[in-house]
């Protein structure tokens, strides 16, 4: 049984059907069982209604559990947020599960980035030290991240960008649910840090260029300001603590601290990963004008 967390996000919920369609015994953690049901999870997936602050329902679903995946939700500050991982690496070490795969962040530990390039270390540090199997996954920016762009594309008006000419290995959500299923099922990857990316970087300008070209109309970006983006973080709502955490990131990328490519993802699965076009024409139905 492999228990996934997360299982109604970007990354779960495709690690789920991917699962599930090699005919894995798959159960997921979700806060809300009726938003799992209304996705329509595959046949034949359990859904474990869970909460990282609740002690009792993380033993719960973790019995019989052999491989976990695990999704926190980290950033500053006390509460659920800053412990989520630890707490689900408590539980599963409790439950004897012998397989931990984290979901973390490209240039996690690395000063450069600011305050949340330390969010994700204390759930790395917990599958590290606990004595099960253990990968830690590290994505670059994912090319869904472009859904946000969706309503202004489909209205005609510039898309905000954060990152200014700076490049990213952009990586497809797919292929990070791929490589997460491939080392839930195969222990000989483990005991690695992976950092996932697509074949090549690729700035917001750069994107917007490639959503152009396969919209057939324009598709134009506006330069935001540090105010400007804290602003529309906020407007996202984001706590203040966050926002300023992920502005510092930004300002990482815009001076190219993240233009990296690296070839884990070919590796892992033997083909080349996904570039940012691919996706946006498998996607492109979310930015046109219905």
Known sequence: MILVTGATGTIGSELVRRLA?????????????????????????????????????????????TAVFLVGVPGPGPGPGIRSDEDLVAAAVAAGVGRLVKLSAIATGDPAVGPSGTWHLPGERAVR???????????SAFASNTLSWAEAVRSGLPVPNMTGDGAQGVIDPRDVAEVAARILLDGGLAGRTYTLTGPETISAPGQAAVLADVLGRPVTTRDLTPDGTRELLLAWGLEEAQADGMLAGTAFVRAGGNAVVTEDVPELLGRAAGTYREWAVAHRRAFEVE
């Open 129 to 139: 030290a606990s004595g099960a199997e253990w990968a830690v996954l590290r994505p």
């Open 21 to 65: 369609a090699r005919g894995e015994k798959v159960r997921a953690l979700v806060r809300e069982p009726a938003k799992a049901r209304a996705m329509a999870l595959p046949a034949g997936v359990e859904v474990a209604r869970g909460d990282y602050g609740e002690t009792a329902s993380l033993e719960a679903a973790m019995t019989g559990v």
